[in-house]
């Protein structure tokens, strides 16, 4: 698949269209160092690539001419809409060095869509999710070499495509102006064993659930879109969470316990039907509006029902902490992982439930005894090119 396939969706009437071939580069006279593997520059996750990319916009002119420039700091008014009405949504990606020596991006169609759907959800502009995606790639294609070297294959970058309000406007009124900015942030493999660095240092996470007076998301709000106003009210109980000992809240909802979330990653259980005893691949519904619908998480899904049809049931379906805890103590509860573009596929090893810890660190260990791992394989194979398919969007880069 190429940019040229996605669909040109999200063009504003009477305004200018968001534009990738209008793009002017300022290259960088600096460039920064890259951290090794390991580091804890690398782990504190905020080294960015030489370059960034901004657009900005005007609810009189539409979308303006794309800028490539030094990475840097952005000015902008103390009155700012996205400072005090939370206009702020954003995207997370990777960009892939495969092992055949080209840069890949997975899926970055829906990643594109969903950044619309967000910045819609809150009154920021629309934009053509064709053109974003290419705006990644003039990115890469400036800082990829340098950043993933031919030579060493296997590696990623974290991508963070966002949309903020940047108008003056104390007012409580609609924004006028925004900005479109996307940098590339070298990034650690949470997900691996026990990797380099890693402060954490096991092979999966320990969740706590959330009390019944902490709710992350509701029916009729925005849990489905991707905006800072998901995530900063969370920190205090993550903080605590981690305080304990734990990694991620597990995030439930209503009175009976709905699992929704673990952290900012979607979650998954497989299990046995109490009546049937067939296996199931369970996870929330995205009907609901309570959770993000997740590329990983989707992909998940596209794999489960494609390849592993015969051994299990995908069921996407309300289910609650009772539930889990009566099959955990039946011996049916046979794993847990949270997916997500962070954590990519990480088995969870224990659930903290009221007084309870359901330990589930003995029914994951590998490829042939665990869905999660087996899938998480399989995705890694399309991400670094091992397995041609058409999820991994290659990127053309300078001769």
């Given at each position: 698949?190429?940019?040229q396939?996605?669909?040109?969706?999200?063009?504003t009437?009477g305004?200018q269209?968001?534009?990738a071939?209008?793009?002017?580069?300022t290259?960088s006279?600096?460039?920064?160092?890259v951290?090794?593997p390991?580091?804890?520059?690398l782990?504190?996750q905020n080294?960015?690539?030489?370059?960034?990319v901004?657009?900005?916009w005007?609810?009189?002119?539409g979308?303006?001419?794309?800028?490539?420039?030094p990475?840097?700091?952005?000015t902008?008014?103390?009155l700012?809409?996205?400072?005090?009405?939370a206009?702020q949504c954003?995207?997370g990606?990777?960009?892939?060095r495969?092992?055949?020596?080209?840069?890949?991006?997975?899926?970055p169609?829906?990643?594109?869509?969903?950044?619309?759907?967000?910045?819609?959800r809150?009154?920021?502009?629309?934009f053509?999710a064709?053109?974003?995606v290419?705006l990644?790639?003039?990115l890469m294609?400036v800082?990829?070499?340098r950043?993933l070297p031919?030579?060493?294959p296997?590696?990623?970058l974290?991508?963070?495509?966002?949309?903020?309000?940047t108008?003056?406007q104390i007012g409580?009124?609609?924004?006028?102006?925004a900005?479109?900015?996307?940098?590339?942030?070298?990034?650690?493999d949470?997900s691996c064993?026990?990797p380099?660095?890693n402060p954490?240092?096991?092979?999966?996470l320990r969740l706590?659930?959330?009390?019944?007076?902490?709710?992350?998301?509701?029916?009729?709000?925005f849990?489905?879109?991707?905006?800072?106003?998901?995530?900063?009210?969370s920190?205090?109980?993550?903080?605590?969470?981690v305080?304990?000992?734990?990694?991620q809240?597990?995030w439930?909802?209503?009175?009976?316990g709905?699992?929704?979330?673990?952290?900012?990653?979607?979650?998954f259980?497989?299990m046995?039907?109490?009546?049937?005893?067939?296996?199931?691949?369970?996870?929330a519904?995205?009907?609901d509006?309570i959770?993000l619908?997740?590329?990983?998480r989707r992909?998940?899904?596209?794999?489960a029902?494609?390849r592993?049809?015969?051994k299990?049931?995908?069921?996407e379906k309300?289910f609650?902490m009772?539930?889990l805890?009566?099959?955990?103590?039946?011996?049916?509860?046979?794993?847990a992982?949270?997916?997500?573009?962070?954590?990519f596929?990480t088995?969870?090893?224990?659930?903290k439930?009221?007084t309870?810890?359901?330990?589930?660190?003995?029914?994951?260990d590998?490829?042939?005894s665990?869905?999660?791992l087996?899938?998480?394989d399989?995705l890694?194979?399309?991400?670094y090119g091992?397995d041609?398919?058409?999820?991994?969007?290659?990127?053309?880069e300078?001769k």
């Amino acid at each position: 698949m190429t940019a040229q396939d996605i669909p040109k969706t999200g063009l504003t009437s009477g305004l200018q269209s968001l534009d990738a071939s209008k793009t002017r580069f300022t290259r960088s006279e600096i460039l920064r160092p890259v951290p090794e593997p390991g580091s804890a520059e690398l782990w504190a996750q905020n080294a960015s690539s030489d370059h960034m990319v901004t657009v900005r916009w005007t609810d009189t002119g539409g979308w303006e001419a794309p800028e490539l420039k030094p990475f840097g700091d952005f000015t902008i008014s103390p009155l700012a809409s996205a400072l005090h009405y939370a206009t702020q949504c954003f995207e997370g990606m990777k960009v892939y060095r495969g092992h055949d020596g080209k840069l890949r991006l997975f899926r970055p169609v829906l990643n594109a869509q969903r950044l619309r759907m967000s910045a819609m959800r809150i009154s920021l502009p629309d934009f053509d999710a064709a053109e974003m995606v290419k705006l990644i790639e003039i990115l890469m294609q400036v800082d990829g070499e340098r950043w993933l070297p031919k030579d060493k294959p296997g590696n990623f970058l974290y991508l963070r495509p966002a949309m903020i309000g940047t108008g003056r406007q104390i007012g409580v009124q609609l924004p006028r102006e925004a900005v479109l900015f996307i940098v590339a942030v070298a990034w650690p493999d949470f997900s691996c064993e026990n990797p380099p660095g890693n402060p954490l240092s096991r092979k999966g996470l320990r969740l706590i659930t959330s009390q019944e007076d902490s709710i992350r998301a509701w029916p009729g709000g925005f849990g489905y879109a991707k905006v800072g106003a998901n995530y900063g009210p969370s920190f205090l109980l993550h903080g605590l969470a981690v305080k304990a000992g734990y990694d991620q809240i597990l995030w439930l909802f209503g009175p009976d316990g709905q699992v929704t979330e673990a952290g900012s990653s979607n979650f998954f259980v497989v299990m046995k039907d109490a009546s049937t005893g067939q296996v199931e691949l369970v996870t929330a519904p995205i009907t609901d509006g309570i959770i993000l619908d997740g590329v990983t998480r989707r992909s998940v899904l596209d794999l489960a029902r494609s390849r592993l049809r015969d051994k299990l049931v995908v069921a996407e379906k309300s289910f609650n902490m009772a539930d889990l805890e009566l099959a955990w103590e039946e011996g049916r509860l046979l794993e847990a992982f949270v997916s997500g573009t962070a954590f990519f596929i990480t088995p969870v090893l224990a659930i903290k439930y009221k007084t309870r810890e359901l330990d589930l660190g003995g029914n994951q260990d590998g490829p042939e005894s665990s869905f999660a791992l087996q899938i998480k394989d399989w995705l890694k194979n399309i991400m670094y090119g091992s397995d041609s398919h058409e999820w991994g969007l290659v990127i053309e880069e300078p001769k």
